[in-house]
Nanobody, 114 residues
């Protein structure tokens, strides 16, 4: 069983940056495909980015967000730049070894003010 704990959320002004972190415990981190999802008020949870050896992004964040991982620290990061109010959401860290996202963190709120 993998436990995921996110941190780094908060209030940021439009155009600003924020880095989210997610630290994993209880598994072999390097074996897991790691990802970030987000859920805005009244909307479904959506994929943001994922990484194993390569990284993948939803179109709306390409060029602004960067996902990275440090296997020695069991941590995955999401660097978010040029934030807009549309990025306001609860951001969730997730992990999978197989085809479905199995493990989820509790989420961290990011609020972008205009």
């Amino acid at each position: 069983q993998v436990q995921l704990v996110e941190s780094g959320g908060g209030l940021v002004q439009a155009g600003g940056s924020r880095r989210l972190s997610c630290t994993a415990s209880g598994g072999t981190f390097s074996r897991y495909f790691m990802g970030w999802f987000r859920q805005a008020p009244g909307k479904n949870r959506e994929f943001v980015a994922s990484i194993w050896q390569n990284d993948y992004y939803v179109d709306s964040v390409k060029g602004r967000f960067t996902i990275s991982r440090d296997n020695a620290k069991n941590t995955v990061y999401l660097q978010m730049n040029a934030l807009t109010p549309e990025d306001t959401a609860v951001y969730f860290c997730t992990a999978r070894e197989g085809g479905e996202w199995e493990f989820w963190g509790q989420g961290t709120q990011v609020t972008v003010s205009s």
